[in-house]
């Protein structure tokens, strides 16, 4: 995964409102499963460990990421709010 693109993607997709810009709740690490990550589109594989957890915002829906891009969501997301702030 180049990273670059992966934050930029995740920045992309905050600011379009496909990912959500509150936090997540009951998030778990659980082994992949072959479903795709909400923040980069690529397929969580069952080698790679993936967040899965709730958000309010868009009615209430499970999200699942790979640990990276969870991580990059995360920071993503605090950044955008202070920009915006």
């Known amino acids: 995964m180049d ?3 992966v934050r930029f993607v995740i920045r992309r997709r905050l600011q379009d409102g496909r990912l959500p810009r509150g936090r997540m709740t009951k998030v778990q690490d659980i082994p992949g499963g072959g479903q795709m990550c909400d923040a ?3 397929n969580v594989t069952s080698d ?3 967040m899965v957890g709730a958000t309010s915002e868009g ?3 499970l999200r699942q990421f790979h640990a990276l891009c969870f991580r990059i969501w995360d920071n993503e997301r605090h950044l955008l709010d202070k920009r915006t702030a």
Do not use: V
């Open 48 to 50: 790679q460990m993936a």
């Open 3 to 5: 990273l670059d693109i």
């Open 59 to 61: 009615g209430r829906r």
């Open 40 to 42: 980069c589109g690529a």
